[in-house]
């Protein structure tokens, strides 16, 4: 599996953007555009490519708060999971309201795709699998191609999800993690929404808040 992908630290809280492209370097899709995505769009720009979604893992404030910029000028589509369809039209629901210290109030237009657990998505040439890993939001979900996966807010570097924001929960977070993504391949790369990259094997064996 021969994909690129560059990551973008964006916004206040350092979002973990990740611009993914295919092996000739011409066509790309956006996964979680957060705050202020100056950068990756001159990096999109610089490379000449064609980009065919936007997909949110979630739509935290954080994860969604440069969609309306992004879409804008590349003219793509939104895929976000049904159970927060609501969220990137309502300030409250996404969070933005909760932090003014951190940002005002955003919102963007609805989402143009819903994604499902199970889910087969057909970009730039190649198939991600949706896994729906619910815990940290409702319709929290992970991206999956061969040996690459893109986790969102539910797994990091040897830590986990946060379940105290509204619509988390802690047993759910759990049952996400051992009961999909510890399923993997050891191997797999894991790209989460913040922090470091790491793998399914060494989280398999040093995360202190999920064991194996």
């Given amino acids: 599996m021969t994909l690129r992908i560059e990551s973008f630290s964006l916004g206040p809280l350092q979002t973990n953007c990740y611009l993914v492209i295919d092996e000739a ?9 957060g705050m202020g ?7 999109i720009a610089t490379l000449g490519l064609t980009i065919e979604a936007i997909v949110l893992t979630h739509a935290h404030f954080d994860h969604m708060g440069g969609v309306d910029e992004v879409r804008k000028a590349l003219k793509c589509p939104v895929y976000l999971h049904d159970l927060e369809a609501d969220w990137l039209t309502d300030a409250k629901k996404n969070g933005s309201t909760r932090w003014p210290d951190v940002t005002g109030p955003l919102t963007t237009e609805p989402a143009e795709y819903a994604l499902a657990d199970g889910q087969k998505l057909a970009l730039i040439g190649h198939e991600f699998g949706v896994l729906h890993t619910p815990g940290h939001s409702p319709g929290s979900v992970s991206l999956v191609c061969g040996e690459h996966l893109i986790s969102g807010d539910v797994l ?4 986990v999800g946060r379940t105290d924001l509204p619509g988390g929960r802690e047993r759910d977070l759990y049952d996400s993690i051992r009961g999909k993504l510890y399923k993997l391949d050891p191997n797999t790369r894991v790209y989460p929404g913040h922090g470091p990259q790491t793998t399914i094997g060494f989280e398999m064996a040093n995360n202190p808040y999920v064991s194996a």
């Fill in 156 to 159: 990091f570097r040897q830590s």
């Fill in 37 to 43: 995505p100056k950068r990756l769009l001159d990096r």
């Fill in 25 to 33: 370097g011409s066509r790309g899709f956006v996964v979680d555009p």
